[in-house]
């Protein structure tokens, strides 16, 4: 059984401090040494954790408290850890913030469940000295949290690295591992509330090339590759090597479910977890597209991510005979999972500029894009009607990302006499309007909330369930 998991956290003192630049450079300059780097993401997070995947070419799996659970990612961690080399595990925000004053569910938090070395990402934007005190303060800040060296960035010059380097090695006594210039070239562009999805980016291996450009030439990859193993040889005294790896049921025939994925340019956000936890209880997973295919798979359920159907919704619009395909297969009882862009994709129409683009119009919903978020964070939702994937009074955790808002809420109206209804009620965060979410029709169940297999197991098993279920009646 391994013992040694090499692996460090890059966290900063706030969002957009360079964490996600010098996480990506880092992984490519050590697959480039023919090191194995396996990804993790902490924090409610797609579009990161698909340009972390396409840097260590491995899938980037999460490590979020929150969405997962403690014991859950000591088990995870191990588990996708297997034969690696090392783990590069990203922050979000900034390393004490969580959700309330203590910082629950900070990665400050997850670097001490995982007993992980912190490299920290400091922007020294028109800073010299008190770059030093500010280390200081998050070192005293929580002394159990073990913050390994420092990553200078936007640095103005020479004079601007020498002052802060000095500063840092004298009052925090530890080692500033690189100093990385202000960048005037910029591959990694934004949108929204991070970067653009590498799905989109015209130039991704080019961007990520320049990443690890930027890490080797200013990085002291050598140091941190030490600090790295250094965790890696040190007892965990977690019990993880207690945890039992389940293996799932052997397989029958029967069990077997063809469970479709849509996943393309419109539709992307999915948790590679859910994807195996799926595949563990007997589906096997059928990629389709909404923007090529002119009908559905013979498939047993639907999978919908999230995604920005809004940049693709003229292709999603003209594949009439798609949605029509979906359509049909709704109505003959097919069972359906929908997140967020999947959402809006069952409305009926989206509104972008005042232009209605047709959707596949299963709820009578219109979906309009506004310039600021309409829901940014976990969510917490109560199950408070009977559906086809969840049991009456479950709770579930999970997190909301959109800019998206119902634009004719008096489409509410309507349900009872085309019998659709909400099944969930918010009792953390926005959820579809009034303060509910999980619109419901037939065997469809479409949502604000995304959620994480391993945190809600009986998403799992509510979608096996249905789709052996849809697959027996046809």
């Known amino acids: 059984m391994k013992k040694e998991y090499p692996r460090i956290i890059i966290a900063g003192i706030k969002g957009g401090s360079g964490k996600t630049t010098l996480s990506l450079g880092l992984i490519a300059a050590l697959g480039k040494k023919g090191m194995k780097v396996i990804p993790y993401k902490k924090g409610p997070d797609y579009i990161d954790a698909g340009w ?58 997850l670097a001490k469940t995982l007993k992980c070395p912190v490299i920290l990402v400091l922007d020294c934007t028109k800073v010299t000295r008190t770059a030093a005190a500010t280390v200081v303060g998050m070192q005293k800040f929580d002394s159990k949290v073990n913050i390994a060296g420092v990553v200078l960035n936007r640095i103005a010059g020479a004079r601007h690295e020498n002052i802060i380097r000095e500063s840092i090695e004298r009052y925090c006594k530890i080692p500033v591992l690189g100093a990385i210039p202000k960048l005037g070239k910029d591959f990694m562009s934004e949108r929204h509330m991070g970067l653009t999805p590498f799905h989109e980016h015209p130039e991704v291996e080019k961007a990520i090339s320049f990443c690890s450009e930027i890490a080797e030439k ?28 389940t293996n799932p049921q052997p397989l029958t025939p029967n069990s077997i479910v063809n ?21 563990k209880k007997g589906a ?28 693709n919704a ?31 994709y069952l409305g009926s129409a989206l509104v972008l500029e005042g ?28 199950v ?81 369930k249905k789709a052996e279920g849809y697959k027996r009646q046809r």
């Open 259 to 279: 469970i479709g994925v849509i996943r393309d340019s419109a539709f992307q956000f999915y948790y590679p977890e859910n994807f195996e936890e799926l595949e």
């Open 384 to 464: 408070s009607r009977g559906n086809p994937f969840y049991k009456k009074g479950a709770v579930i955790k999970g997190h909301e990302f959109h800019y998206s808002r119902v634009v004719n809420p008096y489409a509410v109206s309507e349900f009872n006499a085309r019998n659709i209804y909400f099944a969930f009620g918010m009792k953390r965060g926005e959820g579809i309007i009034n303060g509910m979410d999980g619109l419901c029709y037939r065997n469809v169940l479409a949502t604000y909330t995304h959620i994480h297999a391993l945190r809600t197991p009986e998403w799992t098993s509510g979608m096996i």
């Open 314 to 344: 003229i292709a999603l619009a003209k594949n009439k005979a798609f949605r029509n395909s979906l359509k049909r297969a709704i109505e003959d009882g097919l069972p359906v999972y929908a997140e967020c862009g999947g959402l809006m």
């Open 218 to 245: 200013y990085l002291d990859i050598d140091k941190i590759w030490k600090i790295a193993m250094e965790a890696g040889v040190r007892d965990w005294g977690l019990g993880i090597s207690k945890i039992k790896k």
């Open 355 to 382: 232009k209605e683009y047709p959707m596949a119009g299963i709820f009578p919903v219109k979906f309009a894009l506004e310039k600021k978020p309409q829901a940014h964070g976990y969510s917490i939702v109560e």
């Open 52 to 109: 972390l995947a396409s840097a260590a070419r491995n899938p980037c799996y999460n490590l979020d408290p929150f969405m997962i659970g403690k014991e859950k990612i000591l088990s995870s961690f191990k588990t996708h850890f297997g034969y690696a080399n090392c783990a590069v595990i990203e922050g979000n925000r900034g390393l004490y913030d969580g959700m309330d004053s203590k910082g629950t569910y900070s990665t400050a938090e």
């Open 284 to 311: 096997e997973l059928i990629e389709i597209s909404a923007l090529k295919e002119k009908k559905l798979p013979d498939i047993d359920a639907l999978y919908i991510g999230g995604g920005f159907p809004e940049t």
